[in-house]
């Protein structure tokens, strides 16, 4: 039975959009995979940094940062994270020469065990590979443009994997293992898809959310909506400020937007790290967290946390000379979508639930890798040589619903609906004006 014209249609568009993803698709996948596994592997790979020996009593923090200062003496510190653990070393994160290092402190002796240039990081470079492709503002486009792309990569693959006659077991729901190994291909890429389907989409919309266009036009716009953070984290009247959170620490999603509010009492002597630790320990502020110091005279100090839980998450401003609390924003402030988002984005981290939510992630990320080898093999062996192998199909003038679907998503992803433009404008302008790639791309 011949194909219906819809049906080619989207074939089409599943075809060629699949082969353009598909190394986007397979990067993606592996340094995700990878970097489930970032607490597993940087305590493998910085063991000697991070243990030490338990003792009596621990050295305060300004002690710490002296003993990197005294080894260090030109350094500016930025950065201090506590040990969460008795047996956890302290962090001292320092600029120098216009590098960035963290520095490993031994909390009883203030013995230093290490150091760190923060570029050479591991897991640090392979995160950066995942979210921009180590290219910047330039890698986060297309990084967003791809993720984009394969939400339309799912839906249209789940109406072509859709059965249109009798309902089967074997090559819906379960491979056949039993046939020639083009339709086992065919049922490895189909139903490892469907399985699959909702797990990619979870994945691709919570990564979404960090995406420098997507993510922060999403971000800005809970937070016009009224539905970011309230009037309650504050001490007195939100403060007017044009700096963002995320422009001075890395912090949760859900406060990246908060404004930054000044500390108004210059000229006094500034609170020591030691009251801000013992501030943000009185105030229950999950133990992993790092204190940003200020940046300015009117700067204030940030405690931020990523912990394994969403429902520890915290972000506090504290001002630099009085020691008060300026801001505490904790995900009990979220409003419903923001902690449905922070739940989300720590899954998508595998961080949630631990080493299942790790195990999860992990077979997602295979399964996504197996549907794109094995659908780049069964197209590799059923290509001819004269073209690529899509079906010959009606102009995409003639499926309104086709149309209707691209808009969609062209307004809910403006990355997506520019490109559909250039797809069109490309179609019109060249494909079809040129015998060869006219012949090439099937087009009648």
Avoid at 33 to 46: H, M, R, V
Avoid at 253 to 271: C, K, L, N, R, Y
Avoid at 351 to 363: H, K, V
Wanted: charged share 20%; proline share 6%; glycine share 8%.
């Amino acid at each position: 039975m011949k194909k219906k014209p819809l049906y080619k249609t989207i074939w089409r568009w599943h075809f060629y959009a699949g082969i353009l993803i598909a190394p986007f698709l397979l990067i993606l996948a592996v340094s995700g995979g990878i970097y489930l596994f970032k607490p597993n592997i940087e305590q493998f790979l910085y063991q000697d940094y991070y243990e030490v020996e338990v003792q009596t009593e621990k050295s305060s923090a300004e002690e710490h940062i002296n003993a990197v200062l005294n080894e260090y003496p030109d350094a500016t510190v930025t950065r201090y994270r506590p040990g969460e653990a008795d047996d956890r070393s302290a962090e001292v994160r320092i600029n120098l020469d216009q590098e960035s290092y963290t520095i490993f402190v031994n909390p009883y002796t203030n013995e230093l065990i290490g150091q760190l240039n923060d570029k050479n990081r591991l897991i640090d470079r392979v995160e950066e590979f995942h979210g921009e492709l180590m290219l910047g503002t330039f890698g986060d486009r297309i990084v967003e443009l791809a993720a984009c792309w394969t939400l339309i990569l799912v839906t249209t693959g789940l109406f072509i994997w859709f059965p249109k006659g009798k309902r089967k077991l074997f090559g819906t729901l379960l491979p056949r293992f039993n046939k020639n190994k083009r339709i086992l291909f065919r049922d490895m890429h189909a139903v490892t898809g469907f399985w699959l389907s909702f797990a990619i989409i979870f994945l691709v919309v919570t990564g979404l959310l960090w995406s420098g266009f997507w993510g922060t036009k999403v971000q800005t716009l809970t937070t016009n909506l009224g539905i970011g953070y309230p009037p309650s984290i504050w001490v007195g009247d939100a403060p007017e400020s044009n700096v963002q959170t995320k422009d001075v620490a890395d912090v949760p999603w859900s406060a990246q937007t908060m404004p930054v509010p000044e500390s108004d009492q210059q000229g006094f002597i500034p609170f020591s790290i030691n009251e801000i630790v013992r501030i943000a320990d009185e105030e229950n502020i999950y133990p992993t967290y790092e204190v940003i110091y200020p940046s300015s005279p009117e700067g204030v100090y940030t405690v931020s946390v990523f912990p394994p839980k969403a429902q520890d998450e915290a972000t506090m401003h504290i001002d630099q000379y009085t020691g008060a609390i300026l801001a505490d924003y904790r995900y009990d402030h979220y409003q419903p979508l923001g902690k449905l988002m922070a739940w989300g984005i720590t899954v998508h981290k595998g961080l949630e639930y631990g080493l299942a939510n790790q195990i999860g992630g992990l077979i997602v990320c295979i399964g996504i890798i197996t549907i794109v080898i094995s659908g780049i093999v069964m197209w590799w062996k059923r290509k001819p040589d004269k073209h690529l192998g899509a079906p010959i199909a009606p102009s995409i003038w003639s499926s309104k619903r086709l149309i209707v679907l691209l808009v969609l998503f062209g307004l809910l992803f403006p990355l997506v609906g520019v490109s559909i433009i250039i797809v069109f404008l490309l179609d019109w302008l060249i494909i079809r004006r040129i015998p060869t790639l006219k012949r090439i791309f099937q087009i009648r």
